[in-house]
């Protein structure tokens, strides 16, 4: 059986709170509280919810907002959706393999793609090679 379909009461065992809030339920962590932030070390970033590879180091940069943000994403590794919960539509993008919501991507990026995919640390965990 795939990530995409382990039952609630599984995420909530396998997740902490904190985790189960953004991945599952689509919240957002403070800014400014995530180690990974400061994580600049070779490696890799993959979901916390089932480990699939989301973003190689050489893809992170310093945003400056508060939260990790990559320039771009491994090929296929993420989906995107429209999320119109606040006042302005914004782009959300979640795990491809367990459709964990990851955070938003925004058109004001560094080149070469312009985006930053914003993401919430609590919901990656760091593999340094």
């Not at 539509?89 to 393999?97: F, K, L, N, P, V």
Request: charged share 25%; proline share 5%; net charge neutral.
């Amino acid at each position: 059986m795939g990530h995409r379909h382990k039952a609630d009461t599984q995420w909530r065992c396998d997740l902490t709170p904190e985790q189960y809030q953004v991945l599952r339920e689509e919240g957002t962590e403070r800014r400014f509280t995530s180690a990974l932030n400061a994580e600049y070390r070779k490696g890799v970033f993959v979901c916390a919810g089932c480990g699939e590879p989301l973003f190689k180091s050489d893809m992170k940069y310093d945003s400056k907002t508060g939260w990790p943000s990559f320039f771009t994403a491994i090929a296929d590794a993420i989906e995107t959706k429209v999320d119109r919960k606040l006042f302005a539509q914004r782009t959300e993008y979640h795990c491809a393999s367990c459709g964990g919501h990851q955070g938003h991507v925004f058109e004001d990026g560094p080149n070469p793609t312009g985006l930053r995919y914003c993401n919430n640390g609590v919901a990656l965990k760091f593999i340094p090679d």
